[in-house]
């Protein structure tokens, strides 16, 4: 089975600064990935399915590309919302190990 | 639209078991994986065990082998966990998940 190795594990960054986050698969998984966000005490939320495609209501600065064995998940311009965890995740099955982005 | 609504939640003492259901609607239930996930707290998510559609398929993480079974009732639309020998590193919430989908999750505290 596959499993999933995510980088970085914490990244500082400005308002402003573009962000990617990468997520790579022990062997191929299509296009059967998914990117969620979590803030403390909340639950996941779902950003990105199938790789790149974006979540209704998800704000369009958020994008995922990628298939086979590397992804990648990036937030074109960070907004201070977007402080949180965000985590990659094959379908039912392995996650990444996460990524917390903090404030630079 | 996708629902996945997880019971059975609790807290339970050492070596004891507990059994999870999740009510799916809004889907063709029995034609999808369904898996569940947890998230200790303070910790990451990590996948638990899944099973196929038919039921004809189930892995587990090595953590859980031979303590936890995951079955479904597609006449139902129902996912279940059974947990046995539970410890307390089991103490998580609990997700039903029909990926991209999740429910909100139940709570799994193991302590005496």
């Known amino acids: 089975d596959s499993q999933l190795t995510q980088s970085p594990s914490t990244l500082s960054a400005s308002i402003g600064d573009r962000v990617t986050i990468t997520c790579r698969a022990s062997?191929?998984?299509?296009?059967?990935l998914a990117w969620y966000q979590q803030k403390p005490g909340k639950g996941p939320k779902l950003l990105i399915y199938e790789a790149s495609n974006l979540e209704s209501g998800v704000p369009s600065r958020f994008s995922g590309s990628g298939s086979g064995t590397e992804f990648t998940l990036t937030i074109s311009s960070l907004q201070p919302d977007d402080f949180a965890t965000y985590y990659c995740?094959?379908?039912?099955?392995?996650f990444g190990g996460g990524t917390k982005v903090e404030i630079k | 639209e996708v629902q996945l609504v997880e019971s059975g939640g609790g807290l339970v003492q050492p070596g004891g078991s507990l059994r999870l259901s999740c009510a799916a609607s809004?889907?063709?239930?029995?034609?999808?994986?369904m898996s569940w996930v947890r998230q200790a707290p303070g910790k990451g998510l990590e996948w638990v065990a899944n099973i196929k559609g038919d039921g004809g398929e189930e892995y587990y993480v090595d953590s859980v082998k031979g303590r936890f079974t995951i079955s479904r009732d597609n006449a139902k639309n129902s996912l279940y966990l059974q947990m046995n020998s539970l410890r307390v590193d089991d103490t998580a919430v609990y997700y039903c998940?029909?990926?991209?989908?999740w429910g909100q999750g139940t709570l799994v505290t193991v302590s005496s």
């Open positions: 998940v029909s990926s991209p989908f």
């Open positions: 062997q191929s998984i299509s296009s059967w």
């Open positions: 809004g889907f063709t239930f029995s034609t999808y994986w």
């Open positions: 995740h094959q379908y039912n099955s392995y």
